[in-house]
């Protein structure tokens, strides 16, 4: 079974930066586009970065300039790299990827269990 894993959450002081991870594991074949969510609380799920299988990014307009989204294929993780973070980033942040687990069986989507973040002074 595929599992996505989460991790480099923590709390930090507004400006500062942190690296976030999305690991898979398990058994499948190939990873398609992946994107990064996030939930604050009480607030509805917000999408935040995406990466095509070809590399190429995209970002909510909260978030560009400040973030940066980047994928290792050969290690099955991508990476989100925060800078200059604001209290209003605070929230779980979670990674949706598409996944084939076989040659010939369609992309479908999975979703990690989330990293904390925290800014605030």
């Known amino acids: 079974q595929v599992q996505l894993v989460e991790s480099g959450g923590g709390l930090v002081q507004p400006g500062g930066s942190l690296r976030l991870s999305c690991a898979a594991s398990?058994?499948?074949?190939?990873?398609?586009?992946i994107n990064w969510y996030r939930q604050a609380p009480e607030k509805q799920r917000e999408w935040v970065a995406a990466?095509?299988?070809?590399?190429?990014?995209n970002y909510a307009d909260s978030v560009k300039g400040r973030f940066a989204i980047s994928r290792d294929n050969a290690k099955n993780t991508i990476y989100l790299q925060m800078n200059n973070l604001k209290p209003e980033d605070t929230a779980v942040y979670s990674c949706?990827?598409?996944?084939?687990?076989?040659?010939?069986?369609?992309?479908?989507?999975?979703w990690g269990q989330g990293t904390l973040v925290t800014v605030s002074s």
């Open positions: 949706n990827a598409d996944i084939r687990i076989y040659s010939l069986s369609p992309l479908r989507s999975y």
């Open positions: 398990g058994s499948f074949f190939s990873i398609g586009a």
């Open positions: 990466i095509t299988i070809g590399g190429t990014p």
